[in-house]
């Protein structure tokens, strides 16, 4: 297991430069799992140094520990997620992930959480690693599988996209009068209503913001919804995914507001307001600053409506595009 100052310098280059920040947050004690918070996440991560006089980190394992106590998420009460893991070109194959794999299951049993999990991309070009590494053989179960994508909003591409969605959204608005706005902040009764709705696949459930955790990133002011009167019929929920990174997910649209322009309007406002601040017109207050280059969204496959749309309007402009499968180890109680 890594201190602070090892993950933070030596290590740093084997992950991504999203996910740098987060190793300044790797506590150097491992604090056990009552004196975590509920709800806060914990960093930890594992290195492996060759085995010469000068020491070379070769491989990276960062993890943090979940403490989950939605009761939505059944998957586990705490759990290790791992969040990445990279093994230097000359020393792949030579077991080392395997081993920094096996340290971090070491070390969640011995902390006392429920499993681990990850979401292993299955469309890169080490997918049939992963697919080794966190095989059913070796206890992993498939527990979801997603898509992520991201978008560079610089780019002419995406500016023309947000155009002629912005024109098609204005359209679509007057003819069927639904709006737009800011996710409400506490419960109210028409989101209470659709929290408990039990046609709502778990998936796609919207969130109480009031009762999130905090360590999940919200960013409350770019959430929204879809109304219509008194009711809500769709939502998105965004989240700080690094420096220059928002990340759209749990995005949901009732079938009958998708066909009037609903999943289009909803996504239009969200990004218009990240990325694109200073023209931004729509109906709420909005005063953020902040500047967000680049836009992430994740959606579970069964998601067809946000599949179809997605495949046909943004994969052919997206700067990634990732299919991703969850995968959990339980531990046996
Ligand atoms: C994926 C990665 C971490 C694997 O590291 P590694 O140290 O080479 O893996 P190991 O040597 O421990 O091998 C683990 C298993 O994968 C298999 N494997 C490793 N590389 C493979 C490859 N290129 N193709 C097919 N199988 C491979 C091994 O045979 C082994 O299988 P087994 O235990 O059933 O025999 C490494 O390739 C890497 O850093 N890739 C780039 C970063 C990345 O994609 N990270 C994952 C995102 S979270």
Known sequence: MLSAAEATFD??????????????????HYQSSESVAKNKKNLVAFG???????????????ASINHNTSEEDSRWKSGLEILSLAVKKP???QRVAT??????IQFAKSAGLCGCCIDQPTTTGFASALEHLFSEKRGWCLSSESVIFTLDCSTSGIIELQKRFQLASLHQQRQWGWHVEQYPSALT?????????????????PIDLSQFPESDQVLPTHCRILRVENDIVGWLIAFHAGEDLIRYGKI???????????????????VQAAHYPESYGGSLNFTSSIKYKRGCCSFARENIAMRK??????????????DIATKTLRFKA
């Open 48 to 62: 492996v140094n060759s085995p010469e006089k000068d020491k070379e980190p070769i491989g990276f394992l960062l």
């Open 91 to 93: 020393w792949r194959k």
């Open 189 to 205: 009764p028409a989101l209470k209503s659709r929290l408990l709705d039990p046609n709502i696949p778990k998936w796609a459930r």
């Open 252 to 270: 949901w649209v009732d079938n009958l507001w998708q066909k009037r322009g609903g999943l289009v309007a909803l996504l239009t406002d969200a």
């Open 99 to 104: 081993s920094l794999l096996h340290a971090s």
């Open 309 to 322: 749309f997605s495949e046909k309007n943004f994969r052919p402009v997206s700067a990634h595009w990732v």
């Open 11 to 28: 290590f740093r280059t084997l992950t991504v430069k999203a996910l740098r920040p987060l190793l300044f947050e790797i506590k150097n």
